[in-house]
């Protein structure tokens, strides 16, 4: 493909994961009648047999493009590729802080009008996990502790971590996510570097 | 719609969301070309124009048919109609345990080859929040705390939990995610009944 790095994260992989976000918000709350569905599910199933005409085994994992920086495009909450994934973008502070705006729409429901306390859950556990990220040194989550304040509706979030301390290869990692209205849930996390990316 | 019952859950909603999660996979997993993934991305934008002939506003929240039993079919775990559920299919046994089977595939990756720990705790949240649920009595997180005791492989794995006590709102549920191998995630959650639930 024209433009194709080595991680195969081309920008029409990305508009394509963009246009089935779409569609699995329409999926859920469509109203259509049988014979519009069917013709709706026509498409879908011919778009799914273009893009099997050549898959890659397994899952996408994490691909390391020419300039050295491994690209996680699946993964199911900062993936680009991936239709399941908001998908988040991380931001970090000068101190270390790390947060992410997003809207959690429909997809993510879990009691009416709220985000499923497991996707809060989901969020958090990036979020924390990523105050203990290196470049190259993904770190595993060890335990993950959440305190459920309130519901969190549907609809824009704010989510932050910070590190409370570090002690060998654990990183103690704090943090909440909030809407207009303040402190949905909070959480307290311990993060692993493995071994094979210990200093 | 022929067949179509007052929570708008009739079997070709649930079949179209079918064919969106095999478009999920095949959406991270492509290599086609560019040619292809414009083509693709044309038929999805289509089903996407069609299925918007009509749609709910806000999400799909919980219906309520006919039988009286409320239908959570765009739940993010459960719905049928949610592409981005697997959906689980939760038992219960006699003694009031539950669990569920589920394979896990790329659309749910974190680390490479591996279930984002995320994923295992927005499981382990719906499956321990079971425990505490009754008919038209759902149960709300209070706390959760998982333990990762390894990596979970991308693959089948099955997810259980049972009440380990009950006081006054107050449900304490145990659970895990196992494997062939054995338990990778560990978990505790105080699931609460709203007070317009309680007895």
């Not at 203990?132 to 305190?147: F, K, Q, V």
């Not at 909440?176 to 200093?199: C, H, M, N």
Request: glycine share 12%.
């Amino acid at each position: 493909m024209a433009g194709m790095t080595e991680d195969g994260d081309v920008p029409e992989y990305e508009s394509l994961a963009q246009s089935v976000r779409r569609l699995i918000d329409a999926t859920i709350r469509t109203e259509a009648g049988a014979g519009t569905v069917a013709a709706a599910k026509a498409h879908i199933d011919c778009a799914v047999e273009q893009l099997s005409e050549r898959l890659m085994p397994g899952s996408f994992a994490v691909r390391r493009p020419v300039d050295g920086q491994p690209v996680a495009s699946g993964n199911v909450m900062i993936g680009v590729r991936n239709p399941v994934a908001p998908p988040l973008v991380i931001h970090r502070d000068a101190g270390g802080a790390v947060w992410t705006e997003v809207t959690l729409g429909a997809a993510y429901e879990g009691p009416p009008g709220h985000v499923h306390g497991g996707v809060c859950a989901m969020v958090l556990d990036h979020v924390l996990g990523a105050t203990a990220h290196e470049p190259n040194r993904p770190a595993y989550t060890g335990t993950l502790t959440l305190r459920y304040v309130r519901g969190t509706p549907l609809g824009p979030v704010r989510a932050e971590a910070w590190v409370d301390r570090v002690e060998g290869v654990k990183t103690f990692a704090k943090g909440q996510i909030t809407d207009g209205q303040g402190i949905t849930v909070a959480a307290e996390g311990v993060f692993i570097k493995p071994r094979d990316a210990r200093d």
